[in-house]
């Protein structure tokens, strides 16, 4: 087999500080794989140094020029590709996003068969491969540092300061969170990340009947599905796969929700075509009670009005004048605070690529080292020979 796998530096600014793998899983794929060599390209930033790399026998050197597969995490600059190799990273193309159509083009160019993270599903369709569950946490983190931001009630570090997801945890030591209604919206990877932090600290869930209808004298939260906010136009019944194939037909009802909740976490799944959960006019009214939103989903444009760009993790905050439909500063009184920061995983690096390392070695690497008995790597791969593959044809017109 003999194969030569390359980890990349991060090319894309700002630096992530992620990594595909970690030196510990470096050394797990050389002995599950004899025939593999691993190199890795020195960066200063990695949450993993080069050093330790070294010490666990991997060889750190800038040319990767041998390697016949590259691992990186996000887009890799077009002029640092290099040609005929295979390639596994989020390229961010699939839904035609502009800012990347001269990424695909080079990589049909350079022939470039590239595997893209987000496209590696199951049978059933569900995605094998993600930094979803700690953009969660650090999306609920954030909601719960703006809550005391806003109204003085304490303060938290954000998730960059600290080294790890159990000193985050530990920034929550003997801290009493006020009476506060959390609607978060979302069922998969970041959702279930963004609960698992909230049940950690002990807020408690209830159903959407008791956040509706009942008082609370502390902290509780409730989950909402796409039925749980959507509904068909012609009152017929809900029916999830024609939602996504024809949001047209559908509207939003989260309407109750907006007037009974002081925090909306937004981790859904959304398309074009998908109606916002509610419009600037409705943000206007007074009954419309929400003053914190963390868009960890981050869609622009989107389903949440207020998330006019994306934010940083040097500077995540942003408020929202609802009458004049503008930026202004976060934190002052009548806003509305936004997070809206895209790349959240980033804030807990080490954590987030020990997940990532532990999914791509045990469920992807070996079907791209091996046969692909299941056509896993066949369905994720977007380009290949200089030719975009059947199933992502339908991104011809956007290189065109």
């Excluded at 530990?170 to 609960?195: F, N, S, W």
């Excluded at 909740?261 to 009670?289: C, L, Q, Y």
């Excluded at 605070?337 to 895209?342: E, K, R």
Aim: with cysteine; charged share 25%.
């Amino acid at each position: 087999m003999h194969k030569t796998i390359g980890i990349i530096r991060e090319g894309k600014q700002p630096a992530d500080l992620r990594t595909p793998l970690s030196p510990a899983h470096c050394v797990e794929l050389m002995k599950y794989f004899p025939d593999v060599k691993i190199l890795v390209q020195p960066a200063p930033f990695r949450c993993f140094s080069d050093d330790a790399y070294r010490e666990a026998g991997i060889t750190v050197q800038e040319d990767l020029s041998e390697c016949d597969i590259l691992l990186g995490v996000k887009e890799v600059p077009v002029e640092q590709l290099l040609a005929d190799k295979t390639y596994l990273f989020f390229s961010h193309t699939i839904k035609k996003q502009v800012h990347n159509r001269d990424l695909l083009r080079s990589i049909l160019k350079k022939n470039i068969r590239l595997v893209d993270y987000e496209t590696l599903t199951w049978e059933a369709g569900n995605r094998i491969i993600g930094f979803g569950r700690f953009a969660g946490i650090v999306g609920a983190h954030y909601a719960l540092l703006m809550l005391g931001k806003k109204y003085g009630y304490y303060s938290l570090k954000p998730a960059n300061e600290l080294p790890n997801y159990d000193a985050l945890l530990k920034e929550y030591a003997g801290l009493q969170i006020p009476p506060t209604r959390i609607v978060l919206c979302g069922d998969g990877r970041v959702a279930h990340g963004c609960m698992e932090f909230l049940r950690k600290l002990k807020i408690q869930e209830v159903s959407r009947q008791e956040f509706l209808e009942e008082d609370h004298n502390k902290p509780v939260f409730v989950q909402l599905r796409s039925e749980d906010y959507y509904e068909r136009k012609d009152g017929r019944p809900w029916d999830k796969a024609d939602f996504y194939k024809h949001p047209e037909d559908y509207k939003s009802c989260f309407k109750p929700y907006t007037q009974k909740a002081d925090i909306f976490i937004n981790a859904v799944f959304w398309k074009a075509g998908i109606e916002p959960f509610f419009t600037h006019e409705e943000m206007k009214d007074s009954a419309f009670r929400i003053k914190i939103i963390s868009d960890v989903s981050c869609d622009i444009p989107g389903p949440v009005p207020s998330t006019l760009r994306s934010s940083t993790i040097g500077n995540p905050f942003y408020g929202y004048n609802v009458y004049t439909e503008k930026e202004i500063k976060p934190f002052l009184p009548n806003a509305i605070d936004v997070q809206a920061v895209s790349n959240l995983p980033c804030e807990l690096p080490y954590d987030a690529s020990l997940e990532f390392g532990e999914q791509l070695v045990r469920h992807v690497l070996p079907y791209l080292l091996e046969e692909d008995s299941e056509q896993i790597i066949a369905n994720a791969t977007i380009a290949m020979d200089g030719k975009l593959m059947p199933k992502y044809a339908y991104l011809s017109d956007f290189i065109a």
